[in-house]
């Protein structure tokens, strides 16, 4: 058996995927459906070519160790579930990469590297047929909501406990998933970065620095309804002039602080067109790495709405959907991931994560973390067009190998 690492094989492996998972639009790879299960035999039959120990943990997370002469424990994830009509590299990259260093350490290490090495395909990382993602790094992180999720359903009324039986798992016991995160000195992921930023550098790879933390509100006034005949300008009482004074006002507040700010959504009521609006509601996402910075984007995205109330004699409430702090990737893995891509490719660049991914998971349950990003092509994902050029695909895992090899040697 050769000792050097095939990137090629990744490729190839990759396209053999994509070959029996995807349809005409798209990767078909969806959690605990039979495709799913179908990839999982595929993904563990190449593992069985591997001087490995393999199970599936309470979560349904499939584990691939390989002892090392410690038992510390360098892990190495990604997920093989895709959302539906979805790309062919996006989690499942992160897992073929990582069983390519995983055979490259086993064939020059003689079956037992100096720390122990594990891959973990989580399971269920798109939430796609839940409406939550990071399920089985949540569950292995200890954050996972087990009220929340026990009453998930999907669109055929399925529970997720349910569908979770259905594959085997027992669902009050996931996070006992927890265990396998013991002796876990570094997590390493690699992911297609899936916006434009490398792009437009023009660069293959950079260091993720962390995930945006997260605010997401929804903001609601409330005037008066009035015919919108009879009723002149200065005497309305206008919810959705209010609202939509917030449109223009988030892209000067993101201008002045950084980070990102979307209002999604905007609904009106009574919502006919010979009525002057009463009550306006309106989703506000806003992301930023930088906790502090993150809480003066939302700061002044209330004094703002409490001013345009103020002025358009409307009221005003707001309800926070959802929020999570962001997640800082650890120094020492970042300076590892930044060698690793000056010493294959050249330039490195460092940018976070707008999406989560496991990795915050992970790291939010204290294991020194880090993600690589390799460019996408169209800077697009989750879409059968996502894409990576062959080349890109080879460094990342050139570079991907480095940075797994630096960590070994760092913790043996
Ligand atoms: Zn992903």
Redesign the pocket.
């Given at each position: 058996m050769s000792t050097a690492l095939d990137p090629q094989r990744t490729i190839a492996e990759l396209e053999e995927l994509r070959g029996f998972s995807a349809d005409v639009h798209g990767a078909q790879r969806i959690a605990f459906t039979p495709m799913w299960v179908k990839v999982r035999e595929w993904l563990t039959s190449k593992l069985a070519a591997l001087p490995v120990e393999t199970h599936v943990d309470a979560a349904g997370n499939l584990w691939s160790t390989l002892k090392g002469r410690s038992e510390k424990a360098v892990l190495i994830g990604g997920?093989m579930d895709s959302v539906p009509n979805g790309g062919w590299l996006?989690?499942c990259l992160n897992v073929l990469a990582g069983l390519e260093v995983l055979r490259r350490i086993a064939a020059q290490y003689d079956g037992v590297p100096p720390v122990t090495v594990r891959l973990v395909d989580w399971a269920d990382?798109?939430g796609a047929r839940f409406g939550k993602s990071l399920f089985g790094s949540s569950a292995c992180s200890g954050h996972l909501d087990m009220n929340e999720a026990r009453a998930l359903v999907d669109r055929d009324g399925i529970g997720l406990p349910e569908a979770l039986k259905r594959v085997g798992i027992d669902f009050e016991k996931v996070r006992d998933s927890r265990r396998e995160l013991a002796n876990a000195v570094a997590y390493l992921e690699l992911?297609i970065e899936q916006g434009p930023v490398l792009l437009d550098l023009d660069l293959p790879l950079g260091v993720v620095l962390g995930t945006f933390g997260v605010e997401r509100h929804a903001i609601t006034f409330h005037g008066q309804a009035a015919h919108s005949g009879s009723t002149p300008m200065n005497r309305r009482r206008d919810a959705f002039l209010a609202a939509a004074r917030m449109s223009p006002e988030i892209y000067e507040i993101a201008k002045r602080h950084g980070g990102v700010c979307t209002i999604g959504s905007c609904t009106t009521k009574p919502g006919i067109v010979t009525s002057v609006v009463e009550e306006c509601r309106i989703t506000l996402d806003q992301r930023h790495l930088d906790a502090s910075a993150l809480a003066r984007l939302h700061a002044d995205a209330k004094a703002a709405s409490e001013r345009f109330a103020r002025e358009g004699n409307v009221e005003l409430a707001w309800e926070r959907l959802w929020s999570i702090e962001p997640v800082l990737f650890d120094p020492q893995l970042k300076r590892f991931c930044r060698e690793a891509i000056e010493e294959t490719c050249g330039t490195v660049h460092e940018l976070p994560s707008g999406p989560l991914?496991d990795a915050a998971e992970v790291a939010r349950a204290g294991v020194p973390t880090v993600m690589m990003f390799v460019q996408s092509l169209h800077g697009i994902s989750h879409n059968k067009i996502e894409d990576t050029k062959r080349e890109h695909l080879a460094l990342c895992v050139t570079a991907f190998d480095k940075l797994a090899e630096k960590t070994i040697r760092a913790h043996a």
């Amino acid at each position: 058996m050769s000792t050097a690492l095939d990137p090629q094989r990744t490729i190839a492996e990759l396209e053999e995927l994509r070959g029996f998972s995807a349809d005409v639009h798209g990767a078909q790879r969806i959690a605990f459906t039979p495709m799913w299960v179908k990839v999982r035999e595929w993904l563990t039959s190449k593992l069985a070519a591997l001087p490995v120990e393999t199970h599936v943990d309470a979560a349904g997370n499939l584990w691939s160790t390989l002892k090392g002469r410690s038992e510390k424990a360098v892990l190495i994830g990604g997920h093989m579930d895709s959302v539906p009509n979805g790309g062919w590299l996006d989690g499942c990259l992160n897992v073929l990469a990582g069983l390519e260093v995983l055979r490259r350490i086993a064939a020059q290490y003689d079956g037992v590297p100096p720390v122990t090495v594990r891959l973990v395909d989580w399971a269920d990382e798109e939430g796609a047929r839940f409406g939550k993602s990071l399920f089985g790094s949540s569950a292995c992180s200890g954050h996972l909501d087990m009220n929340e999720a026990r009453a998930l359903v999907d669109r055929d009324g399925i529970g997720l406990p349910e569908a979770l039986k259905r594959v085997g798992i027992d669902f009050e016991k996931v996070r006992d998933s927890r265990r396998e995160l013991a002796n876990a000195v570094a997590y390493l992921e690699l992911h297609i970065e899936q916006g434009p930023v490398l792009l437009d550098l023009d660069l293959p790879l950079g260091v993720v620095l962390g995930t945006f933390g997260v605010e997401r509100h929804a903001i609601t006034f409330h005037g008066q309804a009035a015919h919108s005949g009879s009723t002149p300008m200065n005497r309305r009482r206008d919810a959705f002039l209010a609202a939509a004074r917030m449109s223009p006002e988030i892209y000067e507040i993101a201008k002045r602080h950084g980070g990102v700010c979307t209002i999604g959504s905007c609904t009106t009521k009574p919502g006919i067109v010979t009525s002057v609006v009463e009550e306006c509601r309106i989703t506000l996402d806003q992301r930023h790495l930088d906790a502090s910075a993150l809480a003066r984007l939302h700061a002044d995205a209330k004094a703002a709405s409490e001013r345009f109330a103020r002025e358009g004699n409307v009221e005003l409430a707001w309800e926070r959907l959802w929020s999570i702090e962001p997640v800082l990737f650890d120094p020492q893995l970042k300076r590892f991931c930044r060698e690793a891509i000056e010493e294959t490719c050249g330039t490195v660049h460092e940018l976070p994560s707008g999406p989560l991914h496991d990795a915050a998971e992970v790291a939010r349950a204290g294991v020194p973390t880090v993600m690589m990003f390799v460019q996408s092509l169209h800077g697009i994902s989750h879409n059968k067009i996502e894409d990576t050029k062959r080349e890109h695909l080879a460094l990342c895992v050139t570079a991907f190998d480095k940075l797994a090899e630096k960590t070994i040697r760092a913790h043996a």
